[in-house]
């Protein structure tokens, strides 16, 4: 008899580890969809912003060689 209640003792304490270890994997699971959630948000916002700075540097060098063309024209026409 007694030895019957210390194998299922053992076999309980097998289940409830078992129980343990795959709700720690769950976990770990979670953890490194969240991370990989941030990175991701992370790395899109930073290269918006990079985009966003390069089509201001596009359109405010767009409008130095406008101007600078047209008063090109202006001295040409004015000459």
Do not use: C, K, N, P
Not at 16 to 41: F, G, K, M, N
Not at 51 to 75: E, G, H, K, N, P
């Amino acid at each position: 008899m007694r030895m019957r209640q210390s194998i299922s003792e053992i076999e309980e304490a097998f289940f409830e580890e078992i129980e343990e270890d795959r709700e720690r994997r769950e976990r770990l699971r979670r953890h490194a969809e969240q991370r990989s959630r941030r990175r991701r948000a992370d790395r899109t916002h930073r290269s918006g912003t990079l985009r966003f700075l390069l089509v201001l540097l596009i359109l405010v060098a767009t409008a130095v060689v406008v101007t600078w063309a047209m008063f090109q024209t202006l001295y040409i026409v004015m000459d």
